[in-house]
Nanobody, 120 residues
Framework: VQLQASGGGLVQAGGSLRLSCATS????????MAWYRQTPGEQRDLVARISESGSTEYGDSVKGRFTISRNNAENTVSLQMDSLEPEDTAVYYC???????????????WGQGTQVTVSS
């Protein structure tokens, strides 16, 4: 199973970007999906999480500006980022908690990261 993130780039403050994360490989069950971000020298922080049923959770700094969504049929997760600020500059990683085909346990998987840069 692999996760592939896309959609990062350079945008001016106040602008918008949409990140997407696609899953490849056979999956028995997809659980929580999430986006994290990390800046150099800092820990990876939760940006947003969405459960299998669609319940969402956001980091305090992005509430009201970012929206996470998922497509359960395609096992994808997206992050719509509006009113971007320079402080949102980071590498963004998608994460999925899932049961791969042939297994009984939940494993955590990470995408490769996509750079988001917001200029002032």
């Amino acid at each position: 199973v692999q996760l592939q993130a896309s959609g990062g780039g350079l945008v001016q403050a106040g602008g918008s970007l949409r990140l997407s994360c696609a899953t490849s490989g056979r999956i028995t069950r997809m659980g929580d999906m999430a986006w994290y971000r990390q800046t150099p020298g800092e820990q990876r922080d939760l940006v947003a999480r969405i459960s299998e049923s669609g319940s969402t959770e956001y980091g305090d700094s992005v509430k009201g500006r970012f929206t996470i969504s998922r497509n359960n049929a395609e096992n994808t997760v997206s992050l719509q980022m509006d009113s971007l600020e320079p402080e949102d500059t980071a590498v963004y990683y998608c994460n999925a908690q899932l049961i791969p085909f042939g297994f009984a346990n939940v494993f955590g998987y990470w995408g490769q990261g996509t750079q988001v840069t917001v200029s002032s």
